[in-house]
């Protein structure tokens, strides 16, 4: 328990690392490049707290039901001080399509499909000042980490030694015998390894989409628009949308611009386009209206999206000791799903189970890295692979030429006429799919119970007229039909698909 341990990066993923492993009663110092948080507010958290190290911070966030148990069970006082900050909890029934609520019976289970969502920021001020006051953990602020330091073990094995940091504008080296890399997507530590000759593999696919958040507060908090037909998220196919319930009255749109449609892209960074996006939308246009709330930020993109998974081992041997990667640094995906916060929750319960459980350094390495995999991989690669179908969609979409073969027909059959419409009538279907969604289940999980299969199978033999209650409304306009409400060309992009 005397180890020295640094962790480098006091975000989510940071904040995670050092609350599980306090709980075990061990002692660490985070090294975070940022200013603390403000003390007095939620609110001045949102408005004033410089975070340059998190370039998404203030888009739309919400902890799948996997993280929100981890919360639940583990840490109740922190608990009840988001849900004090106005963080909120939306359970399983509060997601149900409108069509269910009325034969909706609860089980014990749906208490594990709980999301929690507020905005980012009111997450971190609140985890962050929680984390301080745990023993154990000590925070450095302004630390600014240059360089790792290594060397080998007995066996010639690459073993990470401490840090370079700078702080105050002095430059220092910190020893230690754990090094935690929380630092995200930016973070060198991986290629500052590699140039000591690690050979870090990775593997990458881009998400092929860009994402537009913007954020509003309710005139009357307790005065919310009332749920319709038309559910708060949605798919057009050029455009994604989704609406973001967060804290204290406030509540954030994001639009997800596949990366082909440059013309929405230029475009959705105006703020009034934005909104009058949103107006276009009928799941969420009642609560962008003037009548309901009002804007309280700019418009804040984010691209250059890349889902990544890097290989700390080869052939189930480590190519670095003593250092663990969690969260962005080690595993990146597509956004869409909200899953790297819960990656990140999942990683440092692994770890805290790696350093308790062992300690020799090889023992560790491999087990944490093969926990990852087993918990995780399959998540990863159920992102990747809907990923590549959308930027598959998206082309084809522009594709004026482009004519769907038989399998492509089948699949999409599959997904808007059966999948679709069965998950809306049935809850055991939807609580099923939904554990997979969040997490609390390996993806489709729900797809090996011959039970669901055959539901599926029955309402895709019924038909579309038959099944015309199962369908939602129509989520919002066509592409031309917003384009052209829009003022910009809906075929400057479908010439450019076609050239490449």
């Known amino acids: 328990m005397g180890e020295r341990i640094l962790v480098v990066g006091g975000g989510i993923a940071g904040l995670w690392t050092a609350l599980a492993l306090a709980r075990s009663g061990r002692e660490l110092t985070v090294l975070e490049r940022d200013p603390p948080p403000p003390e007095t507010s939620a609110d001045e958290a949102f408005e004033n707290w410089e975070r340059k190290g998190v370039g998404h911070l203030r888009h739309s966030h919400a902890f799948l039901a996997r993280l929100h148990i981890l919360i639940r069970d583990n840490y109740p006082d922190l608990m009840e001080e988001l849900r004090e900050a106005g963080c909120r909890e939306l359970k399983f029934a509060d997601g149900l399509p409108i069509s269910l609520q009325d034969t909706y019976e609860p089980v014990p289970a749906d208490r594990d499909m709980t999301i929690l969502t507020s905005r980012r920021t009111t997450l971190e001020f609140i985890m962050r000042r929680y984390a301080a006051r745990q023993q ?22 690459l073993r990470v030694t401490g840090l370079t940091v700078e702080q105050h504008g002095e430059t220092t080296d910190w020893t230690a015998d754990i090094v935690v890399d929380a630092a995200g997507k930016n973070s060198q530590i991986i290629e500052w390894l590699n140039k000591a000759g690690a050979g870090i593999a990775e593997e990458t696919e881009r998400a092929g989409i860009l994402y537009f958040t913007r954020h509003y507060r309710l005139h009357d908090p307790k005065n919310e628009p009332a749920r319709t037909k038309v559910p708060g998220a949605g798919d ?72 990544r998974w890097r290989h700390m081992t080869k052939d189930g041997e480590p190519r670095v000791l003593n250092f663990f990667p969690i969260g962005d640094s080690v595993i990146r995906t597509n956004p869409l799903y909200g899953r790297g916060c819960s990656f990140a929750g999942v990683a440092a319960e692994a770890l805290r189970e790696t350093l308790d459980r062992s300690e020799d350094s090889r023992e560790r390495a491999r087990f944490y890295h093969a926990r990852l995999a087993k918990d995780l991989r399959q998540h990863y690669d159920d992102m990747v692979k809907q990923d590549l179908a959308a930027i598959k969609r998206a082309k084809n979409a522009l594709n004026p030429d482009y004519k769907p073969g038989v399998k492509a027909r089948l699949f999409k059959s599959f997904a808007e006429d059966a999948l679709l419409p069965a998950v809306r009538g049935d809850v055991d279907l939807m609580r099923s799919f939904m554990r997979s969604f969040h997490m609390v289940d390996p993806p489709n999980t729900w797809a090996r119970d011959p039970r669901n299969i055959s539901k599926v199978l029955v309402t895709w033999a019924r038909g579309r007229k038959r099944n015309a209650d199962l369908y939602p409304p129509k989520l919002g306009p066509g592409r031309d039909e917003m384009f052209a409400s829009l003022g910009i060309s809906a075929e400057a992009d479908r010439q450019r698909a076609k050239s490449a």
Do not use: H, Q
């Open 236 to 307: 057009l196919g050029f455009i994604k949308y989704g609406l973001f319930p967060a804290d204290n009255g406030c509540f954030s749109i994001t639009l997800a611009v596949p990366e082909i449609e440059m013309e929405m892209r230029r475009t959705i960074v105006r703020p009034e386009n934005f909104d009058a996006i949103c107006a276009m939308l009928p799941g969420i246009a009642t609560w962008t209206s003037t009548v309901a709330s009002k804007p309280v930020s700019r418009v804040f993109g984010m691209g250059e999206l890349i889902s």
């Open 136 to 157: 154990g953990i000590r925070f450095e602020t302004g630390a600014l980490v240059r360089d790792v330091l290594t060397d080998k073990d007995e066996n010639g094995a």
